[in-house]
């Protein structure tokens, strides 16, 4: 991907993806959904696969699950096909690699879906009945202000310190990330049935991964962690076979585990869609992390993400000032930046490269 290219819209990247696939010999299947994008166009999660028909040993890539965040990723997943036209994998593996999972959210600018749920909160939700999250009640009306106008950051950090002296850092940052049921306009919301993409992707899951012995879901995000580098987030104790087997294949100074871990600097979260693949098959040897390309503080992310929340419920993406919300959150998941796109690509590229090889070479 030439450095400084990295497409502003969900249907540039869709053809490039599809574009990368015909270049090197490889077909695409698209799954639409329903809802359409800003200019009426259709929607869809693309796929193409790329060596076994039968694998023993898959290696599944993801990107755009949370939408506004899926372009890096989409360059990721066309250099990757590129890579792998030219350089055939082992005769019983195979890389499957899904373009823009949440592609309403991608088309628009968002993290959440068409209904404003957050598709890594919603795994499967028509069988599961996931926990309250008591602490998002008390943050919600916090996080999203009823107010006429658009909140000023000084409200928010008004109120979140105050909020974080009575109940502490950790209480607050986990309430409003780990996922929340009781707010379908809020942050963060995990939906109350399981969403046409998430279902999507169980089918293409039991398409792809079923038989399979061994296999590893690499699910791109942005945002988390130092900005330009690599973090492996990974909802899996230190020391678990999970944990193994990322310390034994990448760096590792990027892997986080958050489950057991008092230096995480996130907590684990309810519905994630890898961890629901992984579980799918538990005959099977699977593993799933969440890789994230640092972009922005957690600062940042709150101030970009509170009002572009207020925009959505409240505001008008036409008007200028609530455009420039939009544009703002857009960047703050995909920085408007050529030293960070050239260092996360390359820290990304570099690390889906460790992924098919720990994958091809699993004996």
């Known amino acids: 991907m030439e450095l400084g290219r990295l497409p502003l819209t969900y ?14 010999g490889i077909a695409t299947v698209a799954h639409s959904i329903a809802a359409p994008g ?35 990723g989409s360059a990721l997943q066309c250099d990757l096909i590129t890579a792998l036209g030219s350089d055939p994998l082992p005769a019983d593996t195979a890389v499957v690699v899904v373009h823009a999972v949440n592609p309403w959210g991608m088309a628009w600018w968002r993290r959440q879906n068409e209904q404003n749920v957050d598709l890594n909160r ?19 009306p916090l996080a999203c202000p009823d107010t006429p106008t658009l909140p000023t950051t000084e409200t928010l950090f008004a109120a979140a310190g105050d909020l974080v002296a009575q109940r502490g850092l950790v209480w607050v940052r986990d309430g409003i990330t780990m996922g929340q049921y009781r707010h379908p306009d809020g942050l963060h919301f995990g939906g109350d049935r399981t969403e046409e993409s998430t ?31 690599v973090t492996f987030l990974s909802d899996a104790a230190p020391g678990s076979t999970q944990d193994e087997f990322l310390h034994s294949r990448f760096d590792p100074a990027r892997i986080e585990p958050t489950v057991d871990n008092p230096a995480a600097t996130t907590g684990a979260k309810s519905g994630q869609i890898a961890n629901g693949i992984r579980d799918l098959f ?24 509170y009002q572009e929340q207020w925009v959505h419920r409240r505001g008008l993406r036409e008007h200028p000032d609530h455009a420039s919300v939009v544009w703002a959150y857009r960047c703050c998941f995909t920085p408007d930046d050529g030293t960070w796109e050239r260092d996360a690509l390359a820290a990304g590229a570099g690390q889906l490269a460790a992924a098919v090889r720990a994958v091809a070479e699993w004996s």
């Open 122 to 140: 919603n795994w499967r939700r028509d069988d599961d009945q996931p926990a309250h999250n008591d602490a998002y009640d008390e943050i919600h």
């Open 282 to 305: 538990p005959e099977a040897m699977l593993y799933a992390s969440s890789v994230e390309l640092g972009t922005a503080s957690d600062e940042e992310q709150l101030i970009a993400t």
């Open 38 to 72: 800003p200019d009426g166009q259709e929607l869809t999660i693309d796929v193409a696969t790329v060596g076994a028909k039968d694998p023993r040993r898959v290696l599944l890539v993801m990107s755009g699950v949370h939408g506004v965040e899926g372009f890096a």
């Open 11 to 24: 249907d540039e990247c869709r053809a490039r993806f599809r574009r990368a696939a015909m270049g090197a």
């Open 199 to 229: 279902r999507i992707i169980e089918e293409l899951a039991g398409e792809h991964l079923g038989g399979v012995e061994r296999g590893f879901v690499f699910d791109l995000h942005t945002g988390h962690g130092p900005r330009g580098e």
